[in-house]
């Protein structure tokens, strides 16, 4: 919006016999107004198109501009030493070194990471004329002209016109503190008038990728020491985590299958049983427009774990989870960021596994939320407000909560799954059934089959027959109050959805309580649990269960029901790597998705950011 602020002159003119009034500042010229342009329409372009209601940002018309949080030229770097430290300064550090954080343009590939304005030409400005462009707030953008990081202009740049840059420095962390919003000024001093231009940009939001698109990169850890390192540490049980060669054997097969990359991120010395890449962190992207679609970047959020570990003198010190240091030394790069959001002190250690990746899952979009939602769980206990304001807060995708207090590791991940289906909206949930893996040991013991071995075909010290489980009154009552959850868990979900219970695909898994917690964990491997490859392929943990015929009943009954969605099942060896640790495939892999389908965000109009459900 122009303004002026000095000069006013009103002049009367005769046009057609009457009298007409003209109000201008300095000259009737249209050329002598200050002109500062953004791509409000949103179309990659800076025409006349542009102009109107500049001065405002709604969800259907404002310009967007990416956080330019990535390392193009690869120029930061993690020293090795450091990977293990005790203490918060090193992620301080680590979170510090990005494309944003230096006054310069950091090659093409970053330049590309900027938002395009533009400064019209001034034809007539006299030799003193001066320009000034600003941002509030500033350390939310800088502005950068003819490629310098600069907000005065020449005379001679005003007469001529400029390209100008802006380059975000930050993501909405807060929406109370900071809604993502910039303003952008351009003030013009000439023989004693100034002028303004204003226009505003927002930041894109951090869109949570779904499980429905097509997984273009799985990431899964990989031991330091090789076979015959250590095991049985607490908290693990003995011979916890191990077995990774079977488990990298049939991931591997599972993704190339899919068409999907695998890559394997080599822990620390000190952390390496930290495997949970799933954990770890929960990509995102951000994504602003340009002609023909969109820039999108990456964006990891690392997840909000704040450990305590021994400094130098044995002194318990706040420390970040070290192993999300390791997001820094391998995927930190080109069109690849890190935020973190970290409390300065720990949390306790139930609530603290409410802060991990595992407990942060999307829901694809459907009527009334064209973005999707994110899901996570908390209740009774809670993971951490400023983590989860900095995954929540975007604006576009509301939040479900459910309650997964009553689960031992407490992650959204480990009840249901998004799948693909025939239904309006593409998709619906697969959800671990306790109470059809009993149904499925009840049918088995009346064919006969009372002697068959869960686990039996692995190392496990506990190697249960159908009948001693059907026989456990405990056991069963333990497995049925965990349906009772998840029956609560679904009753918010199919409300939230809009899905109907004959919609969802039911897996059979049973559930345990743990012993000195109280706590509810699966007991055979989390069916559910696993890492969607594409909308049609499936990586699920193998459930080892007992075998009827020669054929394990829980893979069949999951093989049957994941085939009426179109859905193929790839098998997973993961006992020992991960279930027994209290996790499965998809809380020991990540995946960097195909986005593409979601990137234009801004085409949806209307923010789905809605009241918890």
Request: aromatic letters at 6%.
């Amino acid at each position: 919006m122009k303004r002026w602020t000095a000069g006013f002159v009103v002049a009367t003119l005769a046009l057609s016999g009457s009298p007409v009034m003209l109000a201008w500042g300095a000259s009737p010229h249209p050329e002598l107004q200050p002109g500062l342009t953004a791509d409000a329409n949103r179309d990659g372009r800076l025409t006349a198109a542009d102009e109107a209601a500049e001065e405002r940002w709604t969800d259907a018309r404002g310009a967007i501009f990416l956080p330019n949080l990535d390392d193009d030229q690869r120029r930061c770097r993690v020293d090795p030493a450091d990977l293990d430290r005790a203490g918060a300064e090193v992620d301080r550090l680590l979170a510090a070194c990005n494309d944003a954080a230096d006054d310069r343009i950091n090659g093409p590939r970053d330049a590309l990471d900027l938002a395009p304005l533009e400064v019209h030409a001034h034809r007539d400005v006299s030799r003193q004329a001066a320009g000034r462009l600003s941002v509030v707030p500033a350390d939310k953008a800088r502005i950068f002209v003819d490629g310098q990081a600069v907000e005065t202009l020449t005379a001679a740049q005003l007469r001529r016109g400029v390209r100008v840059r802006l380059e975000g420095r930050d993501v909405v962390r807060d929406p109370a503190k900071w809604d993502g919003q910039v303003s952008v000024t351009l003030t013009v001093a000439d023989r004693g008038r100034t002028t303004t231009d204003v226009v505003k940009l927002r930041v894109a939001p951090l869109m949570l990728q779904n499980e429905l698109q097509r997984a273009e990169t799985v990431l899964a850890a990989r031991p330091n020491k090789g076979p015959g390192w250590p095991t049985g540490e607490p908290p693990y049980p003995k011979g916890v985590p191990g077995e990774w060669e079977p488990f990298a054997k049939t991931l591997g097969r599972a993704t190339r299958s899919a068409g999907a990359r695998l890559k394997f991120v080599q822990g620390t010395a000190r952390g390496w049983k930290d495997m949970w890449v799933q954990d770890t962190f929960e990509p995102a992207t951000a994504s602003m427009p340009v002609v023909g679609g969109s820039r999108t970047m990456r964006i990891l959020i690392r997840s909000g774990n704040v450990w305590e570990f021994p400094d130098r003198d044995g002194t318990p010190v706040a420390t970040p989870r070290p192993a999300g240091r390791l997001l820094y030394r391998d995927l930190r790069g080109p069109d690849i960021g890190i935020v973190q959001e970290l409390s300065a002190v720990p949390s306790d250690g139930l609530n603290d596994l409410l802060n991990m990746g595992g407990n942060i899952e999307s829901l694809p979009p459907y009527a009334g939320y064209p973005h999707g939602r994110v899901v996570y769980g908390a209740e009774s206990r809670r993971p951490d407000a400023g983590f989860i304001k900095l995954v929540t807060g975007q604006g576009y995708q509301a939040p479900v909560v459910i309650d997964t207090s009553w689960l031992m590791v407490g992650h959204a991940d480990e009840t249901t799954h998004v799948v693909r289906a025939g239904n309006a909206r593409g998709w619906t949930l697969a959800v671990a059934d306790p109470r059809l893996a009993v149904d499925l040991l009840r049918e088995a013991q009346r064919t006969g089959a009372g002697q068959a071995r869960l686990f039996a075909d692995t190392n496990s010290q506990q190697k249960p027959t159908i009948d001693q489980v059907l026989a456990d009154s405990k056991g069963l009552a333990d497995n049925e109050a965990a349906a009772g959850h998840i029956d609560e868990q679904l009753r918010i979900l199919l409300a939230a959805t809009g899905l109907t219970a004959d919609e969802l695909v039911r897996l059979p898994v049973l559930f345990e309580r743990v012993p000195g917690y109280g706590l509810l964990r699966a007991r055979t491997p989390g069916l559910v649990n696993g890492l969607s490859l594409t909308a049609r392929d499936f990586a699920a943990p193998d459930p080892h269960g007992p075998k009827v015929g020669g054929r394990d009943v829980f893979r069949q009954a999951t093989e049957r029901a994941m085939r009426r969605n179109g859905v193929r099942v790839h098998w997973v060896e993961d006992f020992f790597w991960a279930h027994l640790g209290g996790g499965e495939v998809h809380c020991a892999t990540n995946a960097l998705r195909d986005t593409r389908s979601t990137d234009t965000w801004w085409r949806s109009a209307g923010s789905s950011q809605a009241p918890q459900a």
